[in-house]
């Protein structure tokens, strides 16, 4: 070294490591070599030992394992001589503690101790424990960990150092090793000083944790465990525990895996079920009876046991409920459970099903033989009283329209009777206290109109009809509103129903019975009373508009009848009372309901026909141009039911075609306010819609819903089907003549003094208005008495025949007295036609004016008549003492010249007249030419285009094109 430092050449300057790696064998010892350089130490100041020297000699000359001196305290004692630092000295130690450790030569007290000194260095002691834990089995550092915890080692410093590497390598062990683990545990504990319990408790709890999380929790290792092992690790989790309380996370944790780990993935609702409570059965009844089940069991982990549906209820059989019922063992977890589960599912299934969840679990009660009540039968009261609490407590209002639960409504009176603390019997007396005022209500009845109908069916009254004492229920109203309105055999007639009875209120064989006969019977009055507003519904609206006295408020009740569901059954037979007390004045009421055609309710005049005539294809090129909006779409394998909303009073033409496919078809009317009923229209499979189209018509006095229903399910064509439609509606017919002529009386009477009238004037009013229009019919009316008449004739485009049929028909119908609906025409048909020919000669004679006007405007007849035959006309003048009868032969010239001419050409004439203009714009436009014609084509079709989907402008087109079309005579018959 000496002659290396005299060459002062940096590359030949040696060190310690330099010189011992040459080296071959150093035959001192470790120790032996450090005191020659301590005793020669200034002859090597110039050249000093280092650490890395140091540590060079100890892995060379490390000392033997069976040296009974700690080897740590050695080296630290020999860097202290050769005043190496402390800390440095650890740093550069670790790979020769980790080889050490690694080959086994040191012994657990020294590591310990060594552990010990470097407990207050965190770094230092998470390098050494890290270097231990990775060169050591399991077995040997639990050992470590107890040996530590023994010499008070872990402090708050190196504790998360210990934690952290003890509690990877713990998560690897098996279930049995580490109850070995325990077991050592439970031993030190025993042994260790009082003092240091609670802080190897507390890190055991740590350890058991994380050992618990992380070997269960993740699926790589679950196959390992079974439920013993679980019960064994939950003790162990409470014996070595600090509170020693079960609400532990880790030991709910393996409550859940005890009692809920179930194969759930091959088993039914009803097994998972059983053996849910099979596990509870074997679990510790200690735990059950300490700890509340509540502050145990989450409902998350009953969610597998959940009962999701009604179906999956009902199959819960016999066998299996027993076993539920059997095995509880009133144990306080398995009632709470019980109970959990039934509140969770029911409150999952209800979704509007109310009714047929309680129809089906009684009827299930009776299948599994639980359909008796047993104060001992824990699962079955639960069951009851949830079903109470969730569903019936929740319908309360509404509960005569639950079905008829005889069995679960038997459990609920008797769970009153023997109180328990599971049941809130103030609820249960509050429940059948309302159902009682309910069944009070109806007999009185006060309840809602709707109700009587949903009573026709089984329901849950008939569980409290036990319970009421009739005799005094019936004896405390006025027995008169038990009795049928008054009505006479006029009124009889025209609803032509059979006449409802009274309802016996003496005979009461049994409650039942008498609740079934009440219910059939005032139904009975419900078709009628429908019946009868359907009829007179209309004729008190035409006496509301004629200021008859209450008939304004009658009018609103009857509507309200029809749309307020909150009206009771005694607020509308008073109404019926007011309404027949009004009409009674009336002699010629079936007259006036055949004038007002509201005799038939409803009545199906097409039943659906395919028309061989109307191709589909020019159906769809009209529909598509006119009514782009009226189509919809059904997907393959899918029934689809599309609502068109219909107006009271109405004839209804419905029109279906399809582009591709037949389908099965049906058309139902849903009548508003008879609770839902239908009336079927049309209903057939495989129907030809996109060969031909399918027309129907009906009418109906009371508005509702079209529906037509396609169902595209079980078709050989696989495909979506497009439908499209076609409603035609027009107001139900009524006679112009009579309403003409009634509003003329009414106007020579009230119309300078408007005011209220009595229903017996108004009677007196149409008596006289009858005794015109029996003139009229007869012939004995003269012109002059028919002046007033002209503007009905002139204005309204009337149908002679049409208006005489109805006019005469209802007159012979009374003369005769005739019940019927339907008239007889064939008999009368020669006076009808008598009569049509006078009216229809006035007809013309009221147009005269129009028809002359017309004819010198557009020069309409021939050359070769025009001088004599308007001459003629121009010089026929009126004769007004000419009677009815004597007009064919006053004025038969204008038979003569308009026989041909019917009330639309009439409208036509007056109009084109009105609208003279237009016509001239149209042949000064040149429209109808040859090429005329092509522009007016090519025009519509491009403007048809265009506004395809733009209604507004869609519907001015098709007035133009049809006004086009009809005034077509007027341009090209004028010379």
Not at 212 to 229: A, E, G, M, W
Not at 254 to 262: A, D, T
Not at 401 to 408: F, R, T
Request: overall charge neutral; aromatic content about 12%; hydrophobic content about 40%.
């Amino acid at each position: 070294m000496q002659a290396a430092q005299s060459i002062n050449d940096s590359r030949y300057r040696l060190q310690w490591i330099d010189i011992l790696s040459k080296v071959k064998e150093i035959k001192l010892s470790l120790e032996q070599f450090i005191q020659g350089y301590l005793q020669y130490q200034k002859a090597f100041m110039q050249f000093p030992f280092d650490t890395s020297v140091l540590m060079y000699l100890i892995q060379r000359m490390h000392p033997s394992k069976k040296v009974k001196e700690s080897p740590f305290r050695f080296f630290l004692q020999l860097s202290q001589s050769l005043k190496v630092d402390r800390n440095v000295f650890f740093e550069q130690f670790q790979w020769i503690f980790s080889n050490g450790i690694k080959n086994q030569w040191y012994q657990m007290k020294d590591i310990s101790e060594l552990f010990t000194w470097l407990r207050s260095q965190d770094q230092l002691f998470g390098e050494y424990f890290s270097h231990y834990a990775f060169n050591v089995s399991t077995d040997d550092l639990w050992n470590m960990f107890l040996q530590l915890c023994k010499i008070k080692a872990i402090n708050n410093i190196n504790q998360k150092h210990v934690m952290a590497t003890l509690n990877e390598k713990i998560s690897l062990s098996s279930v049995d090793t580490f109850h070995q683990y325990t077991k050592l545990a439970k031993t030190y504990l025993v042994e260790t000083e009082p003092e240091s319990r609670s802080l190897f408790i507390e890190l055991f709890e740590k350890i058991f944790d994380a050992y618990i999380i992380k070997r269960i929790d993740y699926p790589q290792y679950l196959y390992h465990f079974y439920r013993t092992n679980y019960k064994d690790l939950l003790q162990v989790g409470l014996e070595m525990s600090l509170t020693n309380r079960l609400e532990r996370p880790t030991c709910l944790f393996l409550v859940r895996k005890i009692l809920c780990e179930i194969e759930s993935y091959h088993k039914t609702n009803a097994q998972r079920l059983k053996a849910l409570f099979e596990n509870l059965k074997n679990f510790d009844e200690k735990l059950c009876q300490k700890y509340a089940a509540e502050k145990i069991i989450d409902d998350e982990w009953l969610k597998d046991f959940l009962i999701i549906n009604l179906q999956i209820w009902l199959k819960l059989d016999q066998e299996t409920y027993k076993y539920l019922c059997e095995n509880h063992q009133n144990n306080p977890w398995a009632i709470y459970i019980w109970s959990r589960i039934l509140h969770l599912s029911l409150s999952n299934m209800l979704n509007n099903n109310h009714a047929d969840i309680l129809f089906k679990i009684n009827d299930w009660m009776k299948i599994v033989k639980h359909h008796i009540y047993n104060p001992t039968d824990i699962f079955t009261i639960i069951s009851v009283n949830k079903l109470f609490e969730l569903v019936l407590i929740k319908y309360s209002r509404s509960i005569l329209l639950l079905p008829n639960i005889d069995i679960i409504m038997n459990f609920i009176i008797s769970m009153r009777e023997n109180t328990s603390r599971r049941i809130d019997v103030q609820q249960i007396n509050n429940f059948i206290s309302n159902g009682l005022e309910n069944v009070y209500e109806v007999f009185h009845l006060k309840s809602k109109c709707s109700l009587y109908r949903d009573l026709s069916t089984d329901s849950i009254i008939r569980c409290f009809l036990p319970l009421i004492d009739l005799h005094l229920i019936l004896g405390s109203v006025d027995p008169q509103q038990y009795k049928f309105p008054l009505t006479n055999a006029n009124i009889d007639g025209i609803v032509a129903l059979p006449k409802p009875k009274d309802i016996d209120i003496t005979n009461i064989e049994s409650n039942e019975e008498f609740f079934a006969r009440f219910i059939r019977q005032i139904n009975e009055w419900f078709d009628w009373f429908d019946r009868f507003i359907d009829i007179f519904q209309h004729i008190i609206d035409w006496l509301k508009n004629h200021n008859v006295n209450c008939s304004s408020q009658l009018s609103i009740d009857l509507l309200n009848i029809r749309y307020d569901f909150k009206m009771t059954f005694v607020e509308m037979r008073l109404i019926i009372d007011r309404v027949l007390k009004i009409l009674q004045p009336f002699k010629d009421l079936r007259r006036l309901c055949h004038l007002f055609n509201c005799l038939i309710s409803f009545q199906i005049l097409n039943p659906g026909t395919l028309n061989t005539q109307d191709n589909t294809l020019k159906f769809l090129t009209e529909l598509k141009r006119f009514q782009p909006n009226n189509t919809f779409m059904v997907q393959a394998n899918a029934t689809y039911e599309h609502i068109i909303s219909i107006s009271d009073r109405q004839q209804i033409q419905w029109s279906l075609a399809s582009e591709n496919h037949p389908c099965h078809i049906t058309v139902k009317y849903r009548i508003h306010g008879k609770n839902n009923q239908y009336e079927i229209l049309y209903q057939k499979e495989n129907v030809p819609i996109h060969k031909n189209v399918l027309h129907g018509q009906f009418e109906s006095q009371r508005n509702g819903q079209l529906i037509i229903t396609i169902d595209n399910n079980n078709n050989n064509n696989d495909s979506s089907r497009t439908i499209w439609y076609r409603i035609k509606s027009i107001s139900l017919s009524t006679c112009y003549l009579f309403h003409g002529i009634f509003n003329i009386h009414y106007d020579k009477c009230y119309q300078q003094n408007p005011q209220i009238i009595s229903e017996d004037d108004f009677s007196k009013l149409l008596d006289q208005v009858f005794e015109f229009i029996n003139k009229l019919l007869n012939g004995d009316v003269t012109l002059r008495a028919m002046e007033e008449l002209r503007t009905i004739f002139y204005d309204k485009n009337i149908n002679i025949r049409e208006e005489v049929k109805k006019l005469y028909t209802n007159r012979t119908n009374e003369q005769n007295n005739d019940q019927v609906n339907i008239p007889n025409i064939d008999s009368n048909e020669k006076e009808i036609e008598q009569v049509c020919e006078w009216l229809q000669i006035y007809q013309y004679y009221s147009h005269l004016n129009i028809i002359m006007k017309c004819i010198e405007t557009f020069d309409i007849l021939p050359l070769n008549d025009e001088e004599e035959t308007t001459g003629h006309l121009r010089r026929l003048s009126g004769n007004e003492n000419c009677s009815l009868r004597d007009i064919t032969q006053a004025y038969r010239i204008l038979q003569d010249c308009f026989q041909n001419l019917t009330h639309q050409h009439l409208q036509l004439i007056k109009t084109a007249v009105e609208c003279s203009n237009v016509i001239k714009m149209m042949r000064k436009s040149d429209l109808y030419s040859t090429h005329g014609r092509r522009r007016f084509q090519e025009l519509r079709d491009n403007l048809t285009t265009q506004f395809q989907l733009q209604e507004l402008n869609n519907m001015i087109l098709n007035s133009w094109i049809i006004t086009y079309t009809l005034i077509e005579p007027f341009i090209f018959q004028s010379k």
